[in-house]
C-alpha cells in the first residue's frame, strides 16, 4: 500500500472510502464514507482505542461493518473484506485507480502528531500569527466579516486575509467589483474598531486561467491588499501544464499562489506539470507557494512543500475556511510544513503583521 505508513487512520479511511465506492446502494456507500471521515477525524491513533478484549472502543458513525474492517487492517495492514467488496462491484478498476489520489493526505491525528513533534523543524503554532486564505458570507462562505475577526482574535492571531472568490468563478459567489467595494467598506469599519487588536486585509481569490493569465485586471488588483491566485479548471488533464503555472507565479501583483495543484481528496489529480521548474519561478518572482490546510485538498503536501523549500520559494499556509470552525484546517497545513521541514522566516504567516503588510505592498500594482 502506497499510504504514509506512520499514518494508520488515514490509511484505514481510504479502506473505507473504497468499501463506499464499492457499495452498489448510495445509502450504505454513505455509512461507509461517513465512518472513513469519523476515522480522518479521530485525534488518535485508532490502535490506541484497541481494547484488551480486542475490539474497538466505540466510535460515533462506526458501525459493526466498518469496526470489522479497522481490526483486519490492525491486525494486517490489509482487508480482505474490502478487497473482495472492490472485486464484487461494477467498476473495480476505477475504484483501485482512485487509491493514487489519496497519498500524502494526512489524517487529523497525523496533524496532531505533527504538530507536537518536538524534532520537526518547522513553525508551531504559536509561530502562526494569521491566515491568508478563507471565504466569507460574501461569497460561497457561511461566515461573516465580524465572526472572523473574532475567531481570529481567540485563535491567538493578529490578522486574516478575506479572500472571497473574484467575479470569475460565479458557481462560488464570486463579487463583481462594485460588491468588492462595499465589503472594503465594511472591512474598513472593523478595522477602525479592532485597531492595535487585530487587522483584517482586503484580498481576492482571483482564478488562474488555463493559459495561465489571471482573471482580473492589473486596475483591479491594484484594488486589493492581497491577491491569491489559485487552478480552478483544467484540473483533471494529464497533459503537461508547467507554462500555465509559470506564467501565474511571474504575473504581477499576485502574492500567493493558492493550492497549486487543484487536487481533490480520492477524485482529482489537479495540475501536472514540472513543479521543480515552477518552484524555481516562484523563487526567482517572489511569490509565496500556499499549503493549503482544508483536509479534502492538502494542496501542496509535505513531500512537494520540500522540494518548494529546497528550492528557495516563500509560502503561505492557509485555512482555506468557509466557516468559523474551519480556521483550524490551518494546522493541517502548519504539520504539512513541519514535516516539510520549512523554516517560519520563509512563511509569511509567521511574519510580524508590519513585515507582512509591507511585502504585501512591495508587490502590490500601483493603482492605474
Ligand atoms: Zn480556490
Known amino acids: 500500500m502506497s499510504e504514509h505508513p506512520a499514518d494508520t487512520n488515514s490509511f484505514i479511511a481510504a479502506l473505507l472510502r473504497d468499501l463506499a465506492a464499492a457499495q452498489s446502494s448510495e445509502r450504505s456507500g454513505w455509512g461507509y464514507k461517513r465512518a472513513a471521515n469519523a476515522v480522518l477525524g479521530l485525534d488518535v491513533p485508532i490502535e490506541s482505542l484497541l481494547q484488551p478484549d480486542g475490539t474497538l472502543a466505540k466510535i460515533r458513525h462506526v458501525g459493526p461493518k466498518s469496526e470489522q474492517v479497522i481490526l483486519e487492517a490492525l491486525r494486517t495492514r490489509e482487508s480482505p473484506t474490502v478487497e473482495r467488496a472492490v472485486d464484487a462491484s461494477a467498476r473495480p478498476s476505477d475504484i483501485r485507480r482512485r487509491r493514487a489520489l489519496r497519498s500524502n493526505f494526512l489524517s487529523r491525528s497525523r496533524v496532531v502528531a505533527a504538530l507536537n513533534d518536538a524534532s520537526l523543524i518547522g513553525p508551531s503554532l504559536d509561530d502562526y500569527h494569521g491566515d491568508l486564505q478563507m471565504h466569507s458570507e460574501w461569497s460561497d462562505g457561511s461566515q461573516t466579516l465580524e465572526q472572523i475577526v473574532e475567531a481570529g482574535i ?215
Open 154 to 368: 481567540d485563535r491567538g492571531y493578529d490578522f486574516c486575509g478575506v479572500t472571497d472568490h473574484s467575479y470569475g468563478l460565479p458557481i462560488a459567489g464570486g463579487l463583481s467589483m462594485e460588491e468588492m467595494a462595499e465589503q472594503h467598506a465594511a472591512i474598513d469599519k472593523i478595522n477602525r474598531r479592532y485597531r492595535g487588536r487585530f487587522r483584517l486585509l482586503k484580498g481576492v481569490e482571483a482564478n488562474i486561467r488555463a493559459d495561465g493569465t489571471v482573471d482580473m485586471t492589473a486596475s483591479e488588483l491594484a484594488q486589493l491588499e492581497l491577491v491569491v491566485a489559485a487552478p480552478h479548471s483544467v484540473l483533471r488533464s494529464a497533459a503537461d501544464q508547467t507554462s500555465r503555472m509559470i506564467a501565474a507565479v511571474n504575473t504581477r501583483g499576485v502574492h500567493i499562489i493558492g493550492h497549486p495543484r487543484g487536487r481533490m481528496y480520492g477524485s482529482r489529480p489537479g495540475v501536472s506539470a514540472d513543479w521543480d521548474a515552477v518552484f524555481g519561478a516562484a523563487a526567482r518572482s517572489g511569490v509565496a507557494m500556499e499549503l493549503d490546510g482544508d483536509p479534502a485538498r492538502q494542496d501542496m503536501d509535505f513531500e512537494l512543500a520540500r522540494r518548494a523549500r529546497d528550492a528557495g520559494c516563500l509560502f503561505a499556509l492557509d485555512s482555506d475556511a468557509h466557516s468559523t470552525p474551519e480556521l483550524s484546517y490551518a494546522e493541517t497545513a502548519i504539520a504539512h510544513a513541519r514535516l516539510a521541514g520549512i523554516p517560519a522566516d520563509r512563511i509569511i504567516n509567521c511574519w510580524p503583521l508590519d513585515r507582512l503588510l509591507e511585502w504585501l505592498e512591495s508587490r502590490r500594482i500601483a493603482a492605474v
